[in-house]
């Protein structure tokens, strides 16, 4: 019982406050999630704005007396004359392996109802991919599982490979047979039955897809027992235009993480 | 209505010499304003009005609200405004307004710069941390 009192104290004695300065502006014109915002002179470029209410923007267009920023979330909420204020911080994500076998949003918040991502690590939305140069050639190949595209069309890692066809032809089901097969042979290599088998973790971007498209999914995957090596990124197309290219991003900058961790930026682009 | 493009650069450049020694001149801006009513150049409505937005900022940038839980008495008030003035120069303008909802301290806003010393901001401050 002491030590919680002590540690109690501690965190008390440990909480501060003092005098804030910040930086605000007054929200002028608001519509589709785009806000224009006259002040907050000492804004940066995509820096996140705090709206009332627990709502972030991000400042795209920096102008001389205003600033034209994208709201992330419900805008509904958002008035004209609504005060602002900048928060120095960058749009950031959270990213890492803690995020493998989770469904989350264009933010990186879980939406599977699994508790809260277990990753310490964040990542900027907004980066300049790395050049060229520093990237690994491809050399690996990506075993789709589907012999007629391994034999005819291999693909290798770090490439891209874009899916064409009319609708309900089997596109995403490639995908998510390709997603499956990758979690197959990751198991395999754990288990030792594959040698120098780098594991391959797929991220699945739902952008504008409905929600029930999106569990459907999920669920195949979780059956499967690909979920665990498997991000899915879900942006529906109940959610605004914000966070369906944010969710792209997202895509990006999770691969990314890992990518140059490896030390080939390109793996998962 | 949207102010045009074309309106907005003429209302930049009217802005841009409305100043003498980096203060707003007074009688620039009004002959300046006579000038456009009388000539009445293209779109003059909308040029007339982003430059009113423009010089409505720029005035902003030196006027400081301040803001209290309760009226501040006369000599905290002469105090506080002494001290604006020595940081930011005599020509500062200064009003006072009173918001409960602050609970209690100060919150003064000189421009888009805002020092937010109120209960209301530490109670709030408190809350983020212990979340």
């Known amino acids: 019982m002491s030590t919680i009192l002590q540690e109690l104290e ?17 929200v002028r014109e608001i519509g589709d999630g785009v806000a224009k915002i006259e002040g907050l002179s000492d804004v940066m470029l995509n820096e996140m704005i705090e709206f009332p209410g627990g709502l972030y923007g991000i400042a795209l267009n920096l102008e001389e007396t205003e600033v034209g920023a994208i709201i992330v979330g419900d805008y509904t909420e958002i008035r004209e004359g609504t005060e602002v204020r900048t928060t120095g911080r960058l749009l950031s994500v959270p990213v890492g392996k ?18 809260p991502v277990k990753s310490d690590e964040t990542y900027p939305l907004e980066k300049i991919a790395p050049g060229i140069i520093k990237r690994k050639s491809v050399s690996v190949p ?3 599982g589907i012999l007629p595209v391994d034999a005819m069309i291999p693909i ?26 990758q979690a197959r042979l990751n198991k395999a290599a754990e288990e030792g039955k594959i040698k120098n088998h780098k594991p391959l973790y797929c991220i699945y971007v739902g952008v504008g897809q409905k929600n029930m498209s999106i569990a459907r999914t999920v669920d195949v995957l979780e059956k499967a027992g690909a979920l665990a090596y498997t991000i899915v990124v879900s942006a529906p197309a109940s959610e605004g235009a914000t966070n369906l290219s944010r969710a792209v991003r997202r895509r990006c900058d999770g691969g990314m993480v890992h990518g140059e961790r490896n030390g080939c930026a390109d793996r998962f682009r | 209505m949207k102010s045009t493009k074309e309106a907005r650069k003429v209302s930049r450049q009217l802005f841009r010499h409305s100043f003498t020694s980096g203060k707003l001149d007074e009688e620039k801006i009004s002959h300046m304003v006579q000038t456009v009513l009388a000539t009445k150049p293209r779109r003059y409505v909308d040029v007339l009005k982003d430059y009113q937005r423009l010089l409505h900022l720029e005035a902003e940038k030196r006027h400081a609200v301040i803001e209290s839980a309760t009226p501040l008495n006369r000599s905290l008030g ?9 940081r930011y120069g005599e020509d500062l303008t200064t009003e006072f307004r009173t918001n409960p909802e602050l609970l209690g301290g100060l919150r003064i806003k000189i421009g888009n710069d805002v020092w937010d010393g109120s209960v ?5 401050q408190l809350q983020e941390k212990l979340q």
């Open chain 2, 120 to 124: 209301r901001n530490r109670l709030n």
């Open chain 1, 156 to 181: 290798g890692r770090g490439q891209r490979e874009l899916i064409i066809g009319d609708r309900a032809t089997g596109k995403t089901t490639i995908a998510i047979d390709t997603i499956i097969n």
């Open chain 1, 10 to 26: 501690a965190t008390i004695s440990g909480l501060k406050t003092d005098t804030t300065r910040s930086n605000v502006g007054t």
């Open chain 2, 78 to 86: 002469d105090r506080i405004v002494a001290n604006l003035q020595a």
């Open chain 1, 142 to 144: 990506v075993q789709t």
């Open chain 1, 98 to 115: 803690g995020l493998l076998g989770r469904v989350v949003d264009a933010l990186g918040q879980p939406i599977d109802g699994k508790g």
